[in-house]
T-cell receptor, first 111, second 114 residues
Framework: KQEVTQIPAALSVPEGENLVLNCSFT??????LQWFRQDPGKGLTSLLLIQSSQREQTSGRLNASLDKSSGRSTLYIAASQPGDSATYLCAGSYNDYKLSFGAGTTVTVRA | NAGVTQTPKFQVLKTGQSMTLQCAQDMNHEYMSWYRQDPGMGLRLIHY???????DQGEVPNGYNVSRSTTEDFPLRLLSAAPSQTSVYFC?????????????FGQGTRLTVV
């Protein structure tokens, strides 16, 4: 069974600080890993998708890395802003037609 | 571009009632799925479909039925609602059936069973 873990469950930082969000997975035969953002009462928005053959992906202030050998992915958000406050979820895809989600890290960026 | 549209957004049911949660996507995606999200448990897959006429069970299928008669629509039916089905339900779609492309999610349906 593929398990995805996100620690910590919650994180609070002052505005301007860089955010580092961690995701670990038990099965290294991962097809890809996606990072999502979820605002309260809303759906999930895909932020970055990293294929198993890639080491990282970047989009604006966001950078995500993937290390299959250690079973880890990290999402970096540079120069955090209050608008970055949300829950961030990672999800691994294996060859079985589903995403295995972590429970998420809830981020609060203090102005 | 509407993306993935779910209706209704909120619903209250009495135990034993049945209902259908609607999901439609306008991106011509092969793959569609239903998840439920519960506090402390993350998202769990209920059912999925890799194309019109093809459906399969996920992790928590009991009490739910699905069908996929068209590429665009993937409704989720609750047969006889139970309080344990109180949850937030999300529909998702992806271009590729192998989930190696970006997943798009609807805004969710918040269901309460009393």
């Amino acid at each position: 069974k593929q398990e995805v873990t996100q620690i910590p469950a919650a994180l609070s930082v002052p505005e301007g600080e860089n955010l580092v969000l961690n995701c670990s997975f038990t099965d290294s035969a991962i097809y890809n890993l996606q990072w999502f953002r979820q605002d309260p009462g809303k759906g999930l928005t895909s932020l970055l998708l990293i294929q198993s053959s890639q080491r990282e992906q970047t989009s604006g202030r966001l950078n995500a890395s993937l290390d299959k050998s250690s079973g880890r992915s990290t999402l970096y958000i540079a120069a955090s802003q209050p608008g970055d406050s949300a829950t961030y979820l990672c999800a691994g895809s294996y060859n079985d037609y589903k995403l295995s989600f972590g429970a998420g890290t809830t981020v609060t960026v203090r102005a | 571009n509407a993306g993935v549209t779910q209706t209704p957004k909120f619903q209250v049911l009495k135990t034993g009632q049945s209902m259908t949660l609607q999901c439609a996507q306008d991106m011509n995606h092969e793959y569609m799925s239903w998840y439920r999200q519960d506090p402390g448990m993350g998202l769990r897959l209920i059912h999925y479909s890799v194309g019109a006429g093809i459906t399969d069970q996920g992790e928590v299928p009991n009490g739910y039925n699905v069908s996929r008669s068209t590429t665009e629509d993937f409704p989720l039916r609750l047969l006889s609602a139970a309080p344990s089905q109180t949850s937030v339900y999300f529909c998702a779609s992806s271009y590729s059936r192998h989930m190696n492309t970006e997943a798009f999610f609807g805004q969710g349906t918040r269901l309460t069973v009393v």
